[in-house]
Each structure stands twice: as C-alpha cells, then as structure tokens.
C-alpha cells in the first residue's frame, strides 16, 4: 500500500491501526505523474494526476486483511483502491494506493512537512474519523 498523505505519520497509522507498523514494513517510495494536492475544504490531501511531477510518500507492506478494512473504513467513501506502479530503491513496484473519486475537488499542493507541523493537530480534531475522514460536505 502506498501512503501519499495523513498515512505517511506514525501517529495517523496508529490512530488508524491500533499501532504503527515496524520500520521494516515501510519504505520510501515515488509516484511518478502525480502531484499530491490538499483536498478543498479538507486538512487531508488526494492524488491528481500531473506530467513531469511526483509525488513522495511511504511504501506499506505486510499488511494484513484487518488492516487493509481499517485502512478502507478511514479512508471513508470518496476514496478507493487503485494499483499503480511506484519506485523504490528496489526498482519498480505495483502498490495500491487510495485514489479520490470526483466528488472531492483539488485545492493547492499539499506538503507533508507543513501539514505535520502546522495541521496535524487540526485534522486529528476536525477531519479524522475512524469511520471515514470527514468529507469537505459536512
């Protein structure tokens, strides 16, 4: 699974699990063609597609059938699965990852640093729900 967003923080996989996953379950990885962008209305971002571009985030294996529904359940209606192809150091890898439906609409880039710094807070208060993030609509 490919984490692009909230996902990327231990403590957000933790709400999200019950735990954080070991180190030697996470790895660095690329996405080419693709932009992380902030959701409009939202503290959490969506992936859209952009030429030249990439976008950073973590690479999550081993994760078990429990894990994989508590990830869908978090990641709440507007989001689903999608395979792509993400780079490691290891070379080329298929990865799930969550892909927006078109409902939600792409604000400015979304940078995981900031966020981390400056928005975390507020999105584990406004946006996060074990039953789904919050959609920009409510």
Not at 34 to 47: D, E, I
Not at 96 to 118: G, I, Q, V
Request: glycine residues 8%; negative net charge.
């Amino acid at each position: 699974m490919f984490f692009y967003g909230t996902l990327r923080a231990a403590e957000i996989r933790a709400a999200v699990l019950g735990y954080d996953l070991p180190t030697g379950h996470l790895t660095d990885a690329v996405l080419e063609n693709y932009q992380v962008r902030r959701v409009k209305g939202a503290l959490y971002p969506l992936l859209v597609p952009a030429a030249g571009e990439t976008a950073i985030g973590l690479l999550a294996t081993n994760l078990d059938r429990q894990a994989i529904q508590m990830l869908d359940q978090f990641e709440g209606q507007h989001y689903n699965r999608s395979a792509l192809q993400v780079y490691t150091a290891a070379g080329f890898v298929e990865a799930e990852m969550y892909l927006a439906d078109n409902t939600l609409l792409a604000a400015e880039s979304w940078d995981f640093e900031r966020w981390y710094k400056h928005d975390m807070t507020a999105f584990l208060q406004q946006d996060f729900r074990q039953g789904g993030v919050r959609s920009p609509s409510d």
